[in-house]
């Protein structure tokens, strides 16, 4: 089965350029990959999979699109907010509220987690952000993610939902594990 990626080159992230995968089983979902060509001078990182995506797929663009320090200071803030408030909740017997607060809590965490390891290994590999003040670059972005308004819908109410993002990404986690 073969299935087409975008790729945008860590030196040029503007030049982004469609390149076909192959797997050998197609029951399992493309993931982030980096591919170093012989003739480019950086790496390329492919993070838009055309076909099916995974929840950790979808964390990741959403980090990329909106950036990653972005998505840190976001998640972390929503995390530490409803967590102070599922505390108290939970302080005060209010069990039912304090489940829904962890459960938003626990939510936000792979997002900061994964958002973390992404600008880690960027600035390990001297990766440059693209810029969002561009008109040219949002446009883009735009036509190289034609799904982002459902990837962010699905991120949203996967988050709101007490624990199904945290269960979607330990399920995507352990999946991509047994291949």
């Known amino acids: 089965m073969t299935r087409t ?99 938003i809590t626990l939510n936000c965490v792979p997002v900061v987690v994964i958002a973390l390891r992404q600008l880690a290994h960027d600035r390990a590999s001297g990766t440059s952000m693209v810029s969002f003040r561009d008109k040219k670059a949002r446009e883009q972005l735009r036509r190289e993610n034609p799904h982002m308004l459902r990837d962010t819908l699905t991120l949203c109410v996967g988050t709101l939902l007490p624990f199904v993002s945290v269960i979607a990404v330990l399920s995507d986690v352990l999946r991509s594990s047994k291949s």
Do not use: K
């Not at 060509?37 to 993070?47: F, I, L, T, Y």
């Not at 055309?50 to 964390?59: A, F, K, M, Y």
């Open 5 to 103: 990626v975008m790729c945008w080159s860590s030196t040029l992230p503007e030049e982004a350029t469609a390149l076909s995968v192959s797997a050998a089983d197609e029951s399992q979902p493309f993931r982030s990959v980096t591919i170093s060509p012989s003739s480019a001078a950086g790496s390329h990182r492919c993070c838009s999979a055309l076909g099916r995506s995974t929840v950790l797929d979808i964390i990741q663009r959403h980090n990329r699109l909106n950036g990653l320090i972005f998505s840190i200071v976001e998640f972390g803030f929503i995390a530490v907010l409803v967590g102070a408030y599922a505390t108290y909740y939970l302080l005060h017997t209010r069990l039912v509220m304090a489940v829904v607060a962890w459960g």
